[in-house]
């Protein structure tokens, strides 16, 4: 079949051609080569490049540029944040709070703090997907020193309430890291208002290159961290390596282009995802995953009764998109975000995540509506037929 549409973006966004050019233009001028970290005019040229592009990113989270802090991605960001937050302060005490919907870029640093003698209290969200504010009250003790949470689900778009949590975490004189790989650039984000200690983000999620994140980390007054990366001393000392001209330059203009574009992409995405949804409504014995209204535009999770995932993955050769997280391809188990909002294995094993984007048409929904209908009704008929 020749059609082929991307409904990953959850997953990993295609490079904008704007963010393409200027890294291009970074990779072709020679003066801008030099390693930012020498003091030569070589070294100087390329420093001006990614002092702008930390400006753009921190101008879109509400950060100021001294408070972003170079990484290869949100996983490192992640780690980084969680690892570098409870050495530092784990004299303070030994208790983190947490969801079980999690990406496993944090699930995973969680368990191996736990393995070095770490509490972790793993809250369970409601049928919605919502961690709601007061379950983290109730769960701070006097040795709490962190709280992580994501902004934006990715498996099911949900979006947290983190400016309610952040003013709780302030009051209670514990830090707050927040996963923003889902919503940094399509949502409103201000770290300072929000009372966010840490913020992940990543440039392949908003239309930039892999290889490229960054870490806000306050301030004012300044907050310690353990790095995990050790050497030359860049970035405050937080992440040593030589930074990569051309990656940044890419996040920084992706970075500003979701700022400048961010509500007319979430309207034309609503349109889209409304009109998805509506089609695939027409499917008999179909189930929307999450919060109906407390989302982002470019997420749909939906369960099909009666259809295993995977099998249904397979069959829609026309269309590329997923059964859950990126993270989670190859492994058997049901998703463990659907089960934690307390679907059944079967439910969880049944569904698949629709991602849109700012490249996505409304032709190509159409399509995916027929596409899904048909491998649905056939799927449904051979296990019908099945004694």
């Known amino acids: 079949m020749n059609t082929s549409i991307y409904l990953d973006y959850a997953a990993s966004t295609p490079i904008d051609p704007r963010v393409a050019m200027r890294m291009q233009e970074c990779l072709s001028n020679f003066e801008l080569q030099g390693n930012p970290s020498s003091t030569h005019r070589f070294g100087h040229a390329a420093r001006e490049v990614i002092e702008k592009a930390r400006q753009q990113v921190a101008g879109v989270i509400g950060a100021k540029p001294v408070e972003v802090i170079w990484t290869s991605g949100a996983t490192e960001s992640n780690n980084l944040a969680l690892f570098g937050a409870a050495r530092y302060y784990a004299d303070r005490g030994k208790h983190i709070i947490s969801s079980k919907t999690e990406h496993k870029a944090v699930l995973e640093p969680l368990k191996k703090l736990e393995k070095h003698g770490f509490h972790?209290?793993?809250?369970?969200?409601?049928?919605?997907?919502?961690?709601h504010p007061d379950q983290i009250r109730d769960a701070i003790t006097p040795e709490t020193i962190l709280v992580s949470l994501m902004h934006v689900n990715n498996e099911i778009g949900v979006i947290q309430n983190i400016g309610a949590v952040g003013s709780l975490c302030r009051k209670r004189?514990?830090?707050?890291?927040?996963?923003?790989?889902?919503?940094?650039?399509?949502?409103p984000i201000n770290v300072h208002e929000m009372n966010i200690d840490l913020l992940s983000c990543t440039a392949h999620k908003i239309y930039g290159p892999k290889g490229i994140g960054a870490l806000f980390v306050r301030r004012h007054p300044v907050l310690g961290l353990e790095p995990l990366i050790i050497g030359g001393g860049h970035e405050h000392g937080l992440r040593a390596g030589t930074l990569p001209t051309h990656q940044i330059a890419g996040f920084g203009l992706a970075m500003e282009l979701a700022l400048n574009e961010r509500d007319t992409d979430a309207i034309r995405m609503s349109t889209l995802r409304d009109k998805l949804w509506q089609g695939l409504q027409r499917i008999p014995d179909i189930e929307l995953n999450g919060h109906d209204?407390?989302?982002?535009?470019?997420?749909?999770?939906?369960?099909?009764?009666?259809?295993?995932?995977?099998?249904?993955?397979?069959?829609?050769?026309?269309?590329?998109?997923?059964?859950?997280?990126?993270?989670?391809?190859?492994?058997?188990?049901?998703?463990y975000v659907l089960r934690a909002l307390g679907r059944s294995d079967q439910q969880a094993q049944s569904s698949l995540r629709f991602s849109l984007g700012r490249f996505t048409t409304e032709q190509e929904i159409d399509i995916a509506i027929a596409a899904v209908t048909r491998e649905v009704t056939r799927l449904r008929s051979i296990a019908a037929d099945v004694p």
């Open 293 to 335: 209204s407390l989302r982002v535009p470019t997420i749909l999770n939906v369960s099909f009764d009666g259809v295993e995932g995977e099998s249904l993955l397979l069959a829609l050769q026309e269309l590329n998109l997923s059964a859950g997280a990126a993270c989670s391809t190859g492994s058997d188990e049901a998703s």
């Open 173 to 187: 004189d514990v830090l707050f890291h927040v996963d923003a790989a889902q919503s940094a650039g399509r949502l």
């Open 120 to 131: 972790v209290t793993y809250l369970k969200p409601d049928q919605n997907g919502i961690v």
